[in-house]
């Protein structure tokens, strides 16, 4: 171990393992705050690609480490075998975790869905897309502020004159369809994802899936977006209005995510049903 880490920090049980480590709970040794230490085993990194993705990640959340929504991180150790990541400690249930016993009504719903895309409005602005955001990538730590997690997949756009991204990268159900098509991107794949997670909050289901990875991926591209009655009856119109302009395959009318933070839905915090029904 790091001889720095060791004199740092006072590393405790483990919380969780990748791919390529473990999470540790840790504490500072000098002011016994908690945080959490991922330890990755460089031995693990299978070719060039993964070790990009590894460096490329403290890169990233360092750059955007002033937002209260995106996970902090505080320092990094390397030594022979292993990098050690200091971040902020998440240790209450992901947004993969609460919703397996409970889908979310409207006003619970945006209460997360405000904060992750104000996170991704930010990242946007700092030029850097996610591009993988998921129900799993989306942590809380012990006062139950979200913090979006999981930046090895992300890029940097909009430098070098440069403001298209291309590479298949992403998880099945969240993947906006452009990029499943293998062309040019931009950073409103994000806004796509965002549009599944609060889909997938409300409905307790994903809008595009199949028995397969291949049947997702053609549900995607497809893009073919409902709102079975059973499930949405109860929705506010400005809620599946949000939804349409997020899940939206013409990217050139999809929302960004500072258009998303403008949305009547957002603004009223979901609580536009009974503004609605007031007027
Ligand atoms: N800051 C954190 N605080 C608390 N738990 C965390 C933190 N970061 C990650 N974890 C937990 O540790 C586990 C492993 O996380 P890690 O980021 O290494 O891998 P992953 O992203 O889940 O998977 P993979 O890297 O294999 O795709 C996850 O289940 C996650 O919930």
């Keep these: 171990m790091s001889d720095g880490l060791k004199s740092d920090y006072q590393l405790c049980e483990e919380i969780g393992r990748g791919r390529f480590g473990v999470v540790y709970r840790c504490s500072s040794a000098v002011s016994s705050d908690s945080f959490a230490c991922k330890s990755i085993d460089k031995r693990l990194l299978a070719d060039a690609t993964d070790r990009q993705c590894l460096d490329k990640e ?11 929504n995106i996970l902090q991180i505080y320092k990094v150790y390397e030594d022979q075998n292993h990098l050690h990541i200091i971040t902020d400690l998440c240790d209450s249930p992901d947004l993969y975790q609460r919703l397996t016993t409970a889908t979310f009504s409207e006003l619970d719903a945006a209460s997360i869905f405000h904060p992750l895309i ?6 946007h602005r700092m030029g850097v897309a996610h591009r993988d955001v998921k129900l799993d990538n989306i942590l809380f730590d012990s006062r139950n502020n979200l913090k979006l997690a999981d930046f090895g997949s ?24 452009e990029v499943l098509a293998g062309r040019e991107y931009t950073e409103k794949v994000d806004v796509w994802s965002a549009g599944v997670i609060l889909y997938i909050m409300l409905a307790g289901v994903p809008p595009f899936y199949g028995e397969t990875a291949k049947e997702t991926f053609e549900a995607v591209l497809r893009g073919n977006l409902r709102f079975p009655t059973r499930i949405f009856r109860s929705m506010s119109p400005e809620v599946k209005d949000l939804l349409r302009k997020m899940i939206c395959k013409d990217v050139s009318r999809r929302l960004s995510a500072e258009q998303v933070l403008r949305h009547p839905w957002i603004i009223h915090g979901g609580e536009t049903r009974s503004l609605t029904d007031l007027t």
């Design 154 to 177: 992300a890029e940097w756009f909009g430098n070098e004159g440069r403001r298209t991204m291309r590479g298949v990268v992403g998880t099945p159900y969240y993947v906006a369809p």
């Design 118 to 123: 104000s996170a991704l409005a930010y990242c």
């Design 58 to 68: 403290p890169k990233i959340l360092q750059i955007l480490s002033n937002h209260p």
